[in-house]
């Protein structure tokens, strides 16, 4: 099992700045990918962005040139740097882990921090 614990959600003004942790523990050999999605009521939960153990990144399209996503492989944690906000960025924000051990592969995720770009 993996566990993940997601930090730095809150309230920001439209303009502002947030950066996002997640820290995993238990199991965390052979993780291949760790990323970001997020999900606003009513709506599907979406990639914001991942990063691949070897550094490779993908965003979605919505938040290019705003987010950064980050990865520190020895202390097992993906950050996400949020520059810019909008409130259409408001949203529940979920970590994501992918896992490949013998041939499987698992998906684990966080508990989800709300993020809140309001006046």
């Known amino acids: 099992q993996v566990q993940l614990v997601e930090s730095g959600g809150g309230l920001v003004q439209p303009g502002g700045s947030l950066r996002l942790s997640c820290a995993a523990s238990?199991?965390?050999?052979?993780?291949?990918?760790m990323g970001w999605y997020r999900q606003a009521p009513g709506e599907q939960r979406d990639l914001v962005a991942n990063?691949?153990?070897?550094?490779?990144?993908n965003y979605a399209d919505s938040v290019k040139g705003r987010f950064t996503i980050s990865r520190d492989n020895s202390k097992n944690t993906v950050y996400l740097q949020m520059n810019s906000l909008k409130p259409e960025d408001t949203a529940r924000y979920y970590c994501?882990?992918?896992?490949?051990?013998?041939?499987?592969?698992?998906?684990?995720w966080g508990q989800g921090t709300q993020v809140t770009v309001s006046s």
């Open positions: 994501n882990v992918r896992r490949i051990r013998a041939g499987l592969t698992s998906t684990y």
């Open positions: 238990g199991s965390i050999s052979s993780i291949v990918a």
């Open positions: 990063i691949a153990q070897g550094g490779s990144t």
